[in-house]
């Protein structure tokens, strides 16, 4: 890659400087939990998270701008704008899981919202959510009020933030639902351009992203069986490990459970077989 700068490194992504104006986005086949990168990949979910976020960009353009500028053809690397990036993690939610439900079990409230008493362990939400947290360069992200966001983004820009991901949320989680899959929550993260245009960046309704349950398996009482690295988490809680780096290898059967559930998502939401992808990227473009 002569003509990219390394530029950083993410707990996925590695990133480089094309220009001044662009950025080379590669999904590497590292995965995380609890903020922590373990030491085993899994194969081809760099592939996987590309190829559904650049499936996503193409469909929600209407919605909001993003950064993707294009698609190469190994799959796992983007050509991206350049933006500067907004300091908080957007997350929209419309089942109770994850940190909201923590934070519920707590306090009776997330981010802010205060919600009705009884819920239980992924019950649907009567309106979805915003939920912002904050981006920690080290340990976890921590969930933030609409108050402490907007001190980090201004109120105007905390609004369109807001409006935007729950219009973004509810276009994707319909779009699933008709292929019977639940998405549960998701994060996003957005970018402003040499304009002070917000554009959408990063990925969008990912396995990493976003918690994708099949439709047809929800029973609300307790965790779901899912799509995303779900099952790595669940995994990893059974080792006594205290969350910390270094993280612990997965065996055999987790790397295969993940991958299989990580194509059976991008096959079930794009209706493309994950091979035809491989051959030709930009067909999720189409």
């Not at 350049?82 to 939610?93: D, G, T």
């Not at 994707?172 to 040499?194: H, N, P, Q, V």
Request: charged residues 30%; glycine residues 8%.
């Amino acid at each position: 890659m002569p003509e990219a700068v390394h530029v950083g490194s993410g707990k996925v992504r590695e990133l480089f400087a094309l220009d001044d104006d662009r950025l080379l986005l590669v999904a590497s086949d590292r995965i995380s939990t609890f903020d922590v990168v373990l030491p085993t990949e899994i194969p081809d979910k760099g592939r996987v998270l590309t190829g559904l976020s650049s499936f996503w960009f193409a469909r929600t353009r209407e919605l909001c701008p993003n950064h993707l500028l294009g698609l190469r053809s190994d799959g796992r690397s983007t050509e991206c704008k350049r933006l500067e990036m907004l300091p908080i993690e957007c997350v929209a939610r419309g089942y109770l899981s994850g940190s909201g439900w923590k934070d519920y079990r707590a306090t009776g409230s997330t981010s802010g919202h205060r919600l009705p008493e009884g819920l239980q362990e992924s019950d649907k939400l009567e309106l979805p959510i915003f939920t912002p947290s904050t981006k920690a360069t080290e340990g976890h992200d921590e969930n933030i009020d609409a108050a402490a966001a907007a001190e980090l983004v201004g109120d105007k820009r905390f609004a369109e933030v807001e409006e935007t991901a729950l219009a973004l949320y509810a276009f994707a989680s319909s779009y699933a639902a008709a292929r019977r899959i639940i998405i549960a929550d998701t994060k996003f993260e957005f970018g402003l351009d040499e304009d002070g245009q917000l554009l959408l960046a990063d990925e969008a309704f990912t396995p990493d992203s976003s918690r994708f349950w099949p439709a047809d398996q929800y029973k609300p009482g307790g965790a779901q069986p899912s799509f995303d690295k779900q099952f790595v988490r669940d995994y990893c809680e059974t080792l006594g490990w205290d969350k910390t780096p270094p993280g612990p290898e997965l065996p055999d059967e987790v790397v295969e459970g993940t991958r299989a559930r990580y194509v059976e998502a991008f096959e079930t939401i794009t209706g493309i077989e994950f091979d035809a992808y491989l051959r030709d990227p930009e067909v999720v473009l189409a």
